[in-house]
């Protein structure tokens, strides 16, 4: 269908219109956007959905940021397929749209030799490899090995080789189908196919499907039949693949990865950091409830709606949010005071006042008010998101609240990045947080609200610091002196206020911190029970 842009509606580039991205097509157009496709087939089946058809190579980056200008075009995406991910990411990075993924990590994410040296360098699990060029003598191989073009996809180049004197041959097939003129030589994992469908919200990896994946015999060797849900031998993969995807640096938005599972436990084949081209988005929405599809559309768009409505680049944008642990029918949003168009110092008083926050996945933050606020401070090990955001809003002219844009947020355990525990790395990061948070309120406004605010968010997190970090605490000290007050110890609450005196304050303490920990574990696993009785109760 040929048509106009509607007025009002997001206008959405898709590179590619074959059955890898049917699923997100329709979903893009069932929300009302508009959507002009890319592919260089004039009978793509994803056509149909597009408002605009543009018959050109998904590969064509100059072309395609052409197209970006001439259609007014405000997001890009890339499902399904590997090497227009590093086309959609370096093409929003030049015109500066929103895109879950940098540049530099798309190419981890498209180029197999680049991730596996990554995937080296950071301890992930994978098989034994070689990387053969033009000068380059065939390895000595003593088992089955699986030959491949490294920036290739699919089965381009693919070969399975269980006799050494056709690996020459192999290696000449990989060589010739690669963009760059070489071949990747892999040790067969000895052990059956695992498919680990994750998203990532701000470094928050989360597994939605882990699957059998059964492949046809040689000499069709890698095609996929079938995926089986849930998986019987991936016990392990949903962690393998976390770390994976960490290492690659895909923090935010879909991954697909495969594994092999042999006798020494999951191995990672490919990580792919799109939504996977055999209608995995559409599994994972009939298997768990989740719509991949929608993740990767909808709070953007949503967002991207209320940001035209300002004229200004330097509006933060949020929306509300929920925890929930498996089943999200279960998440409940409730509105706090940041829930809110707010100014900047109207912000910072009621977080640091009412010891409120927002979880980082609510943020839409443009590249103006990125590159104003400066990098992610990586030294940090605690808060580093209060730090950056606190950054990101002093660069704001305002908030604006979109309630139309929710995220659903799953919550984990007390391995979380987010838990301080006893770490004094993690309390020295606290305290540098805190002083800019207090030093950023100070810049914006000297008033009795903004130094009683500052007070009450240093006595919160005071309790941190006391009574084992006498450093610190003086530092907090003269920080409250400097407000016109003094911090008092911190108050048990009344569950644990009776250990004091029979245990001591620093069990006292402890029983505080631990136990919600343990109460949050036990809820999570009721949830997952709940989860799968729910799952398979609808199966039968």
């Given at each position: 269908m040929e048509s106009d842009p509607r007025s009002g509606s997001p206008r959405l580039l898709v590179l590619g219109a074959g059955p890898a991205q049917l699923g997100l097509l329709e979903a893009a157009r069932g929300r009302g956007h508009w959507v002009a496709a890319v592919d260089r087939d004039p009978g793509a089946p994803g056509f149909r959905h597009a408002d605009r058809r543009c018959i050109l190579s998904t590969e064509d980056e100059p072309a395609i940021e052409r197209l970006v200008g001439a259609l007014g075009i405000e997001g890009i995406i890339a499902p399904g397929t590997d090497w227009p991910v590093a086309v959609a990411a370096r093409v929003a990075d030049h015109v500066g749209l929103p895109h879950p993924i940098s540049p530099q990590t798309a190419v981890l994410a498209t180029n197999k030799l680049r991730q596996r040296e990554r995937l080296a360098e950071a301890g992930v699990p994978q098989p034994r490899s070689w990387v053969v060029g033009s000068v380059d003598e065939p390895p000595l191989i003593d088992g089955p090995v699986v030959v491949k073009a490294p920036d290739r996809q699919g089965q381009k180049g693919l070969t399975l080789v269980a006799d050494p004197s056709e690996l020459p041959a192999a290696i000449?097939?990989?060589?010739?189908?690669?963009?760059?003129?070489?071949?990747?030589?892999?040790?067969?994992?000895?052990?059956?196919?695992?498919?680990?469908?994750?998203?990532?919200?701000?470094?928050?990896?989360?597994?939605?499907?882990?699957?059998?994946?059964?492949?046809?015999?040689?000499?069709?060797?890698?095609?996929?039949?079938?995926?089986?849900?849930?998986?019987?031998?991936?016990?392990?993969?949903?962690?393998?693949a976390a770390a994976a995807v960490s290492a690659l640096g895909i923090s935010n938005g879909p991954s697909y990865t495969q594994l092999r599972v042999g006798p020494d436990g999951p191995q990672v084949i490919e990580v792919a950091a799109r939504l996977g081209g055999g209608h995995d988005?559409?599994?994972?929405?009939?298997?768990?409830?989740?719509?991949?599809?929608?993740?990767?559309?909808?709070?953007?768009?949503?967002?991207?709606?209320?940001?035209?409505?300002?004229?200004?680049?330097?509006?933060?944008?949020?929306?509300?949010?929920?925890?929930?642990?498996?089943?999200?029918?279960?998440?409940?949003?409730?509105?706090?005071?940041?829930?809110?168009?707010?100014?900047?110092?109207?912000?910072?008083?009621?977080?640091?006042?009412?010891?409120?926050?927002?979880?980082?996945?609510?943020?839409?933050?443009?590249?103006e008010l990125a590159e104003a606020a400066g990098p992610w401070d990586t030294t940090l090990n605690f808060d580093q998101d209060g730090d950056y955001f606190c950054r990101v809003l002093m660069a704001s002219e305002e908030t604006r609240f979109v309630p139309e844009a929710r995220v659903f947020y799953r919550a984990s355990g007390s391995n979380r990045i987010s838990f301080i525990g006893n770490s004094n790395r993690k309390k020295e990061s606290l305290l540098r947080s805190m002083k800019v948070h207090v030093g950023s309120l100070r810049s914006l406004e000297e008033s009795d609200r903004v130094r009683a605010a500052c007070l009450t968010y240093l006595q919160t997190w005071y309790e941190n610091f006391y009574p084992d970090q006498p450093d610190m605490m003086k530092e907090l000290q003269a920080l409250a002196a400097d407000l016109g007050g003094e911090l008092k110890e911190p108050a048990l609450r009344w569950k644990y206020a009776w250990m004091k005196p029979i245990f001591g304050w620093n069990a006292a303490k402890r029983a505080?911190?631990?136990?919600?920990?343990?109460?949050?574990?036990?809820?999570?696993?009721?949830?997952?029970?709940?989860?799968?009785?729910?799952?398979?109760?609808?199966?039968?």
């Open positions: 000449d097939t990989a060589r010739g189908a690669a963009r760059s003129g070489l071949a990747l030589v892999e040790e067969l994992v000895d052990g059956p196919e695992v498919t680990v469908v994750g998203f990532s919200i701000d470094g928050d990896f989360t597994a939605l499907t882990v699957t059998d994946r059964i492949t046809a015999d040689p000499p069709a060797f890698g095609v996929a039949l079938a995926h089986v849900w849930p998986s019987h031998v991936g016990a392990q993969a949903a962690d393998v988005a559409e599994l994972a929405e009939a298997a768990v409830g989740v719509d991949v599809n929608g993740l990767a559309l909808d709070k953007i768009e949503r967002q991207m709606v209320a940001l035209r409505e300002t004229d200004s680049k330097l509006t933060l944008l949020s929306s509300p949010w929920a925890y929930f642990y498996h089943r999200t029918n279960q998440a409940q949003f409730v509105r706090n005071a940041l829930w809110e168009d707010l100014t900047p110092v109207e912000w910072l008083i009621r977080k640091l006042g009412l010891n409120l926050h927002m979880q980082n996945a609510t943020y839409l933050v443009s590249r505080q911190s631990i136990l919600p920990e343990w109460k949050g574990d036990l809820l999570k696993r009721w949830d997952k029970t709940m989860f799968n009785w729910e799952a398979s109760k609808g199966n039968n």
